[in-house]
């Protein structure tokens, strides 16, 4: 999770699925310093279309004047909330959680509630480890439809033996899930990345110059219409693929004397190999 101070204006806004957990929900808010919490609390048939939310009653001080209703919560998902609210704002709101659509929908909802994606927007945070596998389905793709950050909760353990007995039993329907566009890398930009993996395993330290003779030589695309000049191929690699690469965190430039060090980033490392599969196409 990003724990980098905000500035004075932002606060810290998390987006938590109210499922069957206690601590997974509680202690990431208290040890990221939350200020304000969404507690999306399922409710099946709830009035209004999916990923309405009503702000007003949301943010109402009495749980009783709430949406939800607190009642017909198990003890320690009454006693999450309470705890929350002893370091944070807390905010139920009724989410239909075996809904994908509505999940995604009222996540995003809240994102431009906080103007999660502006730069003086707050920070948004989604939780896909506390409520059912559909609810974090629509959590994560909320939050990378927006430029929010999704984060995991792993236990520190478990309930029963998973290996005598299996999690569930049974199954009551099948779900399909929508389908969005991922703002991939292009292959180029993939091909780079490897580039820079090889030289760093190999501890080289890579400029732009080095960058470009090896694109040249292997024939990528974002150099074929750049021109003879220095200047114009310098600005094809920054316009297709080191801005790009440096606006999602995959690269780092660091001036060196007369040239800028592209360094990868662990993040940038990920992504290659998980994208590794668009340079072997090519």
């Known amino acids: 999770m990003d724990t980098s ?5 932002e606060r810290r806004v998390h987006v938590v699925p109210l499922g069957y957990e206690r601590d997974r929900i509680v202690e990431p808010l208290r040890r990221h310093r939350a ?18 939310v009503d702000f007003e009653a949301a943010g109402a001080a009495d749980p009783e004047a709430t949406r939800v209703a607190p009642d017909e919560l198990t003890d320690y998902q009454r006693d999450a909330w309470t705890a929350v609210a002893e370091f944070a704002e807390v905010r ?7 809904d994908v659509y509505d999940v995604l929908g009222v996540t995003t909802t809240v994102a431009a509630r906080h103007r999660a994606s502006a730069a003086d927007g707050d920070r948004l945070f989604g ?6 596998r559909i609810a974090a389905v629509g959590v994560a793709l909320a939050c ?30 099948t779900v399909d899930l929508p389908l969005y566009p991922m703002d991939a890398p292009t292959a180029d930009q993939v091909a780079v990345l490897g580039r820079l993996r090889e030289r760093t ?3 080289h330290t890579t400029d732009k110059w080095n960058l470009i003779e090896w694109a040249r030589e292997r024939d990528l695309t974002f150099l ?43 993040t940038g490392r990920r992504v290659f190999f998980a994208f590794k599969h668009k340079i072997d196409e090519r």
């Open 35 to 52: 200020d304000l919490t969404y507690l999306l609390v399922d409710a099946p048939d709830r009035d209004g279309a999916r990923g309405d």
């Open 5 to 9: 101070v905000p500035s004075v204006a």
């Open 127 to 132: 939780n896909v480890s506390t409520g059912p």
């Open 224 to 266: 074929r219409e750049a021109g003879e000049s220095r200047t114009a191929k310098y600005r094809a690699l920054e316009t297709h693929v080191l801005s790009p690469l440096r606006e999602r965190g995959y690269v780092e430039l660091e001036d060196v004397g007369r040239s800028d060090t592209v360094r990868l980033t662990e």
């Open 92 to 98: 139920p709101i009724p989410v239909a959680l075996a």
């Open 201 to 203: 395993d190999e501890s």
């Open 144 to 173: 990378m439809i927006v430029g929010a950050r999704p984060y995991s909760v792993e236990p520190e353990r478990h309930r029963h033996d998973r290996s005598e007995d299996p999690l569930t039993e049974g199954v009551a329907r």
